[in-house]
């Protein structure tokens, strides 16, 4: 059974670029979730996709958006890239609510 | 404002050793709390996991003990190994979705 999937695997962009990261879940999930994680933050929640609906969302400003298709891959975008957006993206599938969630290798950004 | 605080921040233990690492939360909305371990270069994998109705669960060398009065929880590692230095997370997940609140790390180091 394949796990999750996170594309690209590195990516550098430029200040005031935007960005779009991909996930594929695990087969048959339907939730997915979007984590930041920096040295300083720790891990960060971003937001929740469920059924191609956001359930839930984190404290983080406008730039930071997402979406989940009917085959529940889900997008994230970064607009206007800041520097301090820096950070490894980690997406999360689960199955159902409030239980087991798998995490991808993760996409590592970096804005210069 | 951490909702979930994990200490110690890092962790020296001999081959053989048993770490713990604990972990203490508020919200009562909590109702599921994973581990997981991590190491450099690749996302977090999902260790064990517990609900508060039980106090303790053992999955191979790895327990979690609960107490539920208190909000702790904490991770044991028996007969710990070299392999196992990593860096561990504990989290805290609300009864309405999969959003994951994370501890802020425990880097172990397991000397052989």
């Known amino acids: ?112 | 404002q951490q909702q979930v605080k994990q200490s110690p921040q890092s962790l020296i233990v001999q081959k053989g050793g048993i770490p713990i690492i604990n972990c203490a939360y508020e919200n009562t909305a909590f109702d599921y709390f994973p581990w997981y371990q991590q190491f450099p270069g690749k996302g977090p994998a999902l260790l064990i996991a517990i609900r508060p109705d039980v106090s303790e669960k053992k999955e191979g060398r790895f327990t979690i003990s609960f107490n539920k009065s208190a909000k702790q929880f904490s991770l044991h590692i028996m007969d710990s190994q070299p392999g196992d230095s990593a860096t561990y997370f504990c989290a805290a997940v609300l009864n309405t979705g999969n959003q994951f609140y994370f501890g802020t790390g425990t880097s172990l180091t397991v000397i052989p």
């Open chain 1, 1 to 112: 059974k394949a796990g999750v999937t996170q594309t690209p695997r590195y990516l550098i962009k430029t200040r005031g670029q935007q960005v779009t990261l991909s996930c594929s879940p695990i087969s048959g999930h339907r939730s997915v979730s979007w984590y930041q994680q920096t040295p300083g933050q720790g891990l960060q929640f971003l937001f929740e996709y469920f059924s191609e609906t956001q359930r839930n969302k984190g404290n983080f400003p406008g730039r930071f958006s997402g979406r989940q298709f009917s085959n529940s891959r889900s997008e994230m975008n970064v607009s206007t890239l800041e520097l301090g957006d820096s950070a490894l993206y980690l997406c999360a599938s689960s199955l159902q609510t409030n239980t087991e969630a798998f995490f991808g290798q993760g996409t590592r950004l970096t804005v210069v």
